[in-house]
């Protein structure tokens, strides 16, 4: 059972344009949402993370936008330049799970056109 | 701050051979160490958690007498493939946290080939 479900798939953009990616998630005890961002034939990089008690939080150019009644977040990235074309990876931890396990969704491949 | 380190990078094996796979938090103590494998185009794969000086935690379908875990230290995490065959051919990946926090870090990730 996918319990993080992203899109889009993949998604190009064009150099100073924004880039939204999706994430929807069924389990309402989840209680931190990271972003990581990922290069070819490198490990994820942790972006931005957000809490549910709060609706939005941004870092630089990134925004996280956290809908808890519709179980929902997104990543936004504003003026977007061709170094940020990289998979992104939302991921969500339920604290019951005992080792505050990451459940990740599917990836996105970002491609920022110059 | 929060490095994590993987050694090695790139490993070529033959069929039938162990590999073994070092995971170093830099500069934190990562109490918990997660494994995950990654295959081509796909979304990252949970395979343990190991906290240090205790058994790893599998997950469902993954053999813990063909990927052994030890986390003897707060910086060192080792999986070991052992009896490796083409098909454990991936992208291996390890992270880790320090205690009480959400944050994971992530290593740079191991490319393991089986010939």
């Known amino acids: 059972q996918q319990q993080v479900k992203q899109s889009p798939q993949s998604l190009i953009v064009q150099k100073g344009g924004i880039s939204i990616i999706n994430c929807a998630y069924e389990?309402?005890?989840?209680?931190?949402f990271p972003w990581y961002q990922q290069f070819p034939g490198k490990g994820p990089a942790l972006l931005i993370a957000i809490r549910p008690d709060v609706s939005e939080k941004k870092e630089g150019r990134f925004t996280i936008s956290f809908n808890k009644s519709a179980k929902q977040f997104s990543l936004h990235i504003m003026d977007s330049q061709p170094g940020d074309s990289a998979t992104y990876f939302c991921?969500?931890?339920?604290?019951?799970?005992?080792?505050?396990?990451?459940?990740f969704g599917q990836g996105t491949r970002l491609t920022i056109n110059p | 701050g929060a490095v994590v380190s993987q050694h090695p990078s790139r490993v070529i094996c033959k069929s039938g051979t162990s590999v073994k796979i070092e995971c170093r938090s830099l500069?934190?103590?990562?109490?918990?160490m997660f494994w995950y494998r990654q295959f081509p185009k796909q979304s990252l794969m949970l395979m343990a958690t190991s906290n240090e000086g205790s058994k790893a935690t599998y997950e469902q379908g993954v053999e813990k007498d063909k990927f052994l875990i030890n986390h003897a230290s707060l910086t060192l995490s080792t999986l070991t493939v052992t009896s490796a065959h083409p098909e454990d051919s991936s992208f291996y990946i390890c992270s880790a946290s320090d205690r009480g926090r959400y944050e994971q870090y992530f290593g740079p990730g191991t490319r393991l080939t089986v010939t």
């Open positions: 500069d934190f103590q990562a109490t918990t």
């Open positions: 389990n309402t005890a989840f209680d931190y």
């Open positions: 991921a969500a931890t339920d604290p019951y799970s005992g080792a505050q396990k990451l459940v």
